[in-house]
């Protein structure tokens, strides 16, 4: 849905001594908007993760908030793996001392308690609110236009009620109309795929990359599972080990 979008956007964006391949999951969930999205589309994440790295690529960049797949890819490959949620949150601490999140999803809701995601990050102390709209991902995809109006009125609402001193879009597909955001408030506002893309750069350009006492090798071990969740065979377990040789 968004794959041609962002070709064009991230390309634009990115840095000129870069090249950005962006590729879509051959199975999974239309998008990815509750944990059972995350957990089914995980798998076929991880598999791309193992895919890039032997294709010789820098990094990976998932294109969704919910970071599916980022912990499980950090242990399998030596490159860096980024989520944008991660990322959106890390730049947020940088520009501001609070963050709310502008949500999309079925549930039209307003929230003061830390989501899971942030409190996993460690980021509950800085965090303000979050606001979902009540759009579909999908809805995004089809009409960034008429979903422009509404999520910019719900951004000015946090801006103005609850105060944050950033204002983090809370999904990839959010993209398509971030520049519009950003342009009516008055405190910055974090576009999640950019957020990672600089992220990527930056680690590529430092050399760094995850540390292997946090994100263990898996032990080798009988992984039995259907097709098409190859990523589970043993010769995949083996060609990481060795690529960490």
């Not at 899971?116 to 960034?144: C, H, K, M, Y």
Request: glycine share 8%.
């Amino acid at each position: 849905m968004f794959d041609r979008f962002n070709e064009h956007y991230l390309g634009e964006k990115l840095a000129p001594d870069f090249e950005v391949d962006v590729e879509n999951l051959e199975f999974g969930t239309e998008t990815i908007e509750s944990m059972y999205d995350d957990v089914l589309v995980s798998p076929f994440v991880v598999e791309k993760v193992l895919d890039a790295e032997r294709r010789g690529f820098a990094a990976v960049v998932i294109s969704c908030f919910m970071d599916p797949g980022v912990q499980a890819g950090r242990e399998v490959v030596r490159i860096p793996v980024i989520g944008p949620g991660e990322a959106s949150m890390l730049f947020a601490l940088l520009l501001g001392d609070t963050f709310s999140i502008l949500d999309v999803g079925a549930e039209r809701y307003r929230r003061y308690n830390p989501p899971r995601q942030v409190r996993e990050l460690g980021f509950g102390s800085r965090f303000r609110s979050a606001r979902g709209t009540g759009i579909l991902v999908a809805e995004i995809g089809a009409d960034p236009d008429k979903i422009a109006k509404p999520v910019i009125s719900a951004a000015k609402q946090i801006q103005e009620e609850d105060e944050p001193d950033v204002i983090i879009l809370g999904c990839t597909g959010l993209s398509t109309i971030a520049d519009r955001v950003a342009l009516a408030l008055d405190v910055p506002v974090i576009d999640p795929s950019i957020a990672a893309l600089r992220m990527g750069e930056a680690l590529i350009r430092a050399g760094w990359v995850h540390s292997p006492r946090a994100y263990p090798v898996p032990s080798k071990k009988s992984r039995k599972m259907p097709q098409p969740y190859r990523l589970f065979k043993e010769d995949l377990v083996e060609h990481v080990k060795h690529s960490r040789v």
